[in-house]
């Protein structure tokens, strides 16, 4: 059960920063390279912090699988490839925020495609998808490379990785909310064997973003307050493993789908 | 000076160490200032096992961690050389090549030789002692014995502490753990090695019910690990609610993990999750050894900590508490006697040297 969406943000802005040709955008970035920023985030303290409805919480973790990138270019979807590094494979990206803690590696904040400044300069969309493919998602924990063995988005070969991971925690309550969207419903024998045919909800997103013709310099806004819009924060204990046909993963999913929580800055 | 160095490395002809990793499992990371060499493994295994490191010859790196229990030892605390307590609970030494980070709570030891220092080097508490006696304690191993092993593991018969400490980490290293009935049914394929009840437990170790594996997840069974294909770091500390001294999230002043390391209020009571591989014979359990038994510490996390621990603020959220009943609970300790690995626990070449040897 893929699920589609497609978004026509604003780009006016874009496309003025990009015909000027000397707007901020002046620090040299390789191309194919996508920063990814959060939106709305402090992310200069430990841990970071953001505003929800009135309300201060703190990010313990928050980290998003993307996979299967691909560029349209004359009306026909290319394959992409990330480039290979530790947090990348040639078909699946971590992005992984941390705060400013001390000691702690700043994450992965940006998306680095193997592909020409020619070649983005073409394309009139970026599809991508958070999630796994289903071979990557119950591979063999011992076989996978960076990023895909990184224990902390990891369930079991059972039910796999989780595409996204949000803990958050109300520093004044010490309430924590938490959602962890991956595949629900998996069957196998036991968790440590793969399933045999797709779980019941794979709960992969498609991501469909418009580009920007001769305009290779752009950037990705992650809004976490945009995804968890309309919960009730205090009131949850979030979305961990739950079907999405129902309560909070319901409207979380929704979410994903329908609000712009991953943009275009 | 270069003629010097190669003909330093022309006398060294140190024998490249084969891991002999089952299932595919992934290499540790090695510095690569201390390469692994089957000779410096057992010159470090000689040192492991000999009163000789230790100030007043009473004690060995071996009294404290026992082959028998993982590498660990079966009280709550260890007792230094000249009756020092140390007051935290001996690791077991199971799987170290592949940790992230060393000792039950620090961020700053980058790898085993660092950590070696400690237990070597301390003098609050004194534990081997060598602090002020590291010149005569030399001297010990100008045996013909050992001169025979430092020549063959570093070209030259001369002990020098940096030669130890590199001896005694890849000694350390070698200790991996991958032959448990858990590796023999996940790894190997072998749908036998488990029974239907430990199947059981695995299930509910994996749930988010239990929430278990959010901080002993991975092949090593802690996030506190990395391989030659696992590099990120996972942020493993943690508070699991133990105590709750003032109401305000006070660990005991003898002991306050992370944040006697960080003077960060926020890493009050972190620790290191350790491996659980052999966890069912390194008993006692947590840093301070204060639980005795595995039925005892899944009592305290499916009540969502330790009395006033359970309101400690700084306690990881997945300590939350869970219901389980008896028969979940026996099949909970029944997968944890899974990560039990026989081999590890009896294979000579982990115990002391034969006689005559060092």
């Not at chain 1, 909310?177 to 045919?197: N, T």
């Not at chain 2, 260890?78 to 961020?107: E, I, M, P, Q």
């Amino acid at each position: 059960m893929a699920i589609s969406k497609i978004r026509l943000a604003a780009l006016v802005a874009i496309v003025l920063l990009g015909a000027s040709g000397c707007g901020p955008l002046t620090d040299s970035r390789k191309a194919g390279e996508i920063p990814v920023h959060l939106s709305g985030v402090n992310d200069s303290v430990c841990p970071m912090t953001m505003s929800v409805s009135n309300r201060d919480w703190q990010i313990n973790y928050l980290g998003v699988y993307v996979s299967n990138p691909e560029v349209r270019i004359d009306g026909r979807w290319q394959a992409l490839n990330f480039q290979k590094n530790d947090w990348q494979t040639k078909k699946v990206a971590l992005l992984k925020f941390h705060g400013m803690c001390e000691e702690t590696p700043e994450g992965n904040t940006r998306l680095l495609l193997d592909a020409s400044e020619k070649l983005m300069k073409l394309a009139t969309n970026l599809r991508f998808t958070i999630g796994l493919p289903f071979e990557q998602n119950h591979a063999n924990p011992l076989s996978q490379p960076s990023p895909l063995n990184d224990s902390s988005m990891f369930w079991s070969w059972q039910a796999g990785h989780k595409f996204i991971r949000l803990d958050l925690t109300n520093p004044d309550t010490q309430h924590n909310f938490s959602y962890h969207l991956g595949s629900i419903g998996c069957e196998s024998d036991a968790p440590v064997r793969p399933p045999e045919k797709a779980c019941a909800f794979t709960n992969r997103v498609e991501m469909i973003l418009p580009m920007t013709q001769l305009d290779t310099e752009l950037d990705l806004s992650l809004s976490v307050s945009t995804m968890v819009a309309q919960v009730a924060l205090p009131q949850t204990e979030g979305c961990k493993f739950d079907p999405p046909s129902e309560g909070v993963c319901k409207q979380l999913l929704h979410n994903l789908l329908h609000r712009p929580w991953l943009d275009w800055e | 000076m270069l003629l010097v160095a190669l003909l330093s490395a022309c006398d060294q002809p140190a024998t490249p160490y084969q891991w002999q990793l089952p299932y595919n499992v992934p290499e540790p990371v090695v510095p690569a200032e201390n390469p692994m060499t089957v000779e410096k493994v057992a010159l470090g295994r000689a040192l492991f096992y000999d009163t000789a490191l230790c100030r007043n010859s009473t004690q060995s790196c071996a009294t404290c961690h026992q082959q028998a229990y993982a590498f660990a030892e079966p009280r709550r605390h260890s007792v230094g050389a000249t009756g020092d307590k140390v007051s935290r609970n001996a690791l077991a030494l199971v799987n170290v090549a592949y940790n992230g980070n060393f000792t039950w709570a620090h961020k700053g030891l980058a790898d085993i030789e660092q950590q070696l220092l400690i237990p070597l080097f301390n003098e609050d508490p004194v534990e081997l002692g060598v602090t002020g006696h590291d010149e005569a304690m030399l001297a010990r191993f100008d045996t013909e014995a050992y001169r025979d092993l430092f020549d063959a593991a570093y070209g030259d018969p001369a002990a020098s502490w940096d030669r130890i400490v590199k001896a005694l980490a890849s000694f350390v290293r070698s200790l991996v753990s991958f032959s448990s009935p858990f590796d023999d049914y996940a790894y190997g394929g072998d749908d036998e090695a488990l029974t239907a009840r430990q199947i059981d437990g695995m299930k509910l170790f994996f749930s988010e019910r239990l929430e278990c594996f959010h901080c002993h997840g991975g092949v090593n069974f802690t996030q506190s690990s990395k391989h030659a294909r696992q590099a990120l770091d996972l942020r493993p500390f943690h508070n699991t609610g133990l105590y709750n001294e003032d109401g305000h999230g006070a660990y005991p002043a003898s002991d306050q993990g992370l944040a006697s390391v960080t003077t960060r209020a926020d890493d009050m009571g972190m620790f290191r999750a350790p491996t659980l591989r052999n966890i069912a014979v390194s008993a006692p359990y947590m840093h301070d050894g204060s639980v005795a038994t595995l039925s005892e510490v899944i009592d305290i996390y499916a009540a969502g900590g330790r009395g006033d621990g359970i309101t400690n603020p700084y306690k990881s959220p997945f300590i939350k508490g869970f219901a389980l009943t008896a028969e979940e609970k026996e099949a909970l300790i029944d997968f944890l006697n899974s990560l039990t690995d026989q081999q590890f626990l009896h294979n000579p070449r982990h115990g002391p040297p034969p006689q005559g040897s060092e």
